[in-house]
């Protein structure tokens, strides 16, 4: 029998109300005690005096890129990202080569997953064919096979029938439909939010309407046929009233925002930095500031960071040209902690619900808790010592990162899975 003691901590877990001085005993992968003064003859023991104790952190929202696009990302260099940002569990979206859009392809995934990651793997299966937004994926196959989810991100459903029929069979097999909201018409040729830095710039803009309409588009949707809809990375001031709204009137409407759109505005782009490109793109300050309230009021669930891995080779070059896209696994809790905590605007607990309640409830994981016969995965932190973003050491094997060299005050100390330290920090206020 394996034994995990973690000892002297402040464990907060948000499903049971804990905040409190307490021990966290993990036995073969699974929590077997918190509470007080636990020992346990032949344990580990993790001395986390000092550090926060948390569920493990889940991010629904990250490209890994395999199959097909390995010099990108692999399932096993993203999930070692993914465990230096603290993260337990993560949700792989379906744009990989080829698409995942039915069950031998979620099957490859979650084999991938359980021989080389080390974090847990959930795939996210695709709406439609090939992402191509017309015949409906293989969807309750997958759904045997292990999706959580479905979703074309990065591709959205323009036609509004085939998006009703997918929700329909959708709530069918209790999935949620995920979506990232953008009219294709309105957005196309844009580069980055328009408004007044794009044309300074002299960039094409992506109009916030092109998200709000897909987002009032989906929460109609929704209603008529019942299924749970979730709006992926929402990055505008009215998109987020709409779903504060569905919420109001009982719908089951959920959605996520990225801390880059809580933590950066379109006027902080520098000129022509590939590393700011990304959909939707960074929006104004007002913008940013409703993502904040709307995370402080409960109209955000979840954070999710879209980590989108892209090669130097293909961001290195003109802004128009460049994909979108930023990683954001490892800078995810910094950043979180910076905007969000030490401003005063959130407390821990809200913090930690946003990394493992709230993306747990919106895809019904039986995950995110510290109680007695869970997952044994925790996420420990820390809220003050200072670190430094260096993104060349990242574990990731793309550096797109418009944080690098940003300077952080508290960030992830160790990542445990089913028991298991997966990663530690090494280095303290380098
Ligand atoms: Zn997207
Ligand atoms: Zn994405």
Known sequence: MSSLLIKNGRVIDPASGLDGPADVLIEDGFIQGVGRGLDRAGAVVFDAAGLVVAPGFIDMHVHLRE??????????????????????????????????????????????????????????????????????????????????????????????????????????????????????????????????????????????????????????????????????????????????????????????????????SDADITAYDSSYKMKPPLRTECDVAAVIDGIVSGTVDAIATDHAPHPGSEKMQEFEKCPFGITGLETALGLSL??????????????????????AGVLGLERGRLAVGAPGDVTIFDTESAWTYDVNRSFSKSKN???????????????????????????VGT
């Open 67 to 264: 199959p097909g696009i390995e010099h990108s990302e692999t399932i096993e260099t993203g999930a070692r990202a993914a465990a230096a940002g603290g993260f337990t569990s993560i949700c792989c979206m379906p744009n990989t080569v080829p698409v995942n859009d039915n069950a031998t392809v979620t099957s490859y995934i979650i084999e991938r997953a359980r021989q080389c990651a080390a974090v847990n793997v959930f795939p996210i299966g695709a709406i439609t064919k090939n992402s191509e937004g017309e015949a409906l994926a293989a969807i309750g196959s997958m759904k045997n096979a292990g999706i959580v989810a479905i979703s074309d991100d990065g591709r959205p459903v323009m036609n509004a029938r085939v998006m009703r029929r997918a929700m329909q069979i959708a709530r069918s097999f209790d999935l949620p439909v995920i979506d990232h909201c953008e009219d294709l018409n309105l957005s196309a040729g844009g580069d980055m939010h328009e408004g007044v830095p794009s044309t300074r710039m002299g960039l094409r803009g992506i109009p916030a309407s092109s998200e709000d309409v897909m987002v009032a588009r989906d929460i109609l949707l929704a209603e008529s046929t019942g299924a749970r809809f979730h709006v992926a990375h929402i990055s505008s001031c009215h998109s987020l009233n709409m779903v504060k709204f569905a919420k109001q009137q009982g719908l089951s409407v959920t959605c996520e925002a990225t801390p880059h759109h809580f933590a950066l």
């Open 338 to 359: 910076e905007k969000l905590y030490h401003t005063g605007k959130i407390s821990l607990r809200r913090l930690i619900e946003l990394f493992t309640t709230g993306p």
């Open 401 to 427: 990162s418009p944080f690098h060299g940003r300077h952080f005050r508290g960030g992830p100390v160790a990542t445990i899975v089913a028991g298991a330290i997966v990663w530690r920090q090494d280095t």
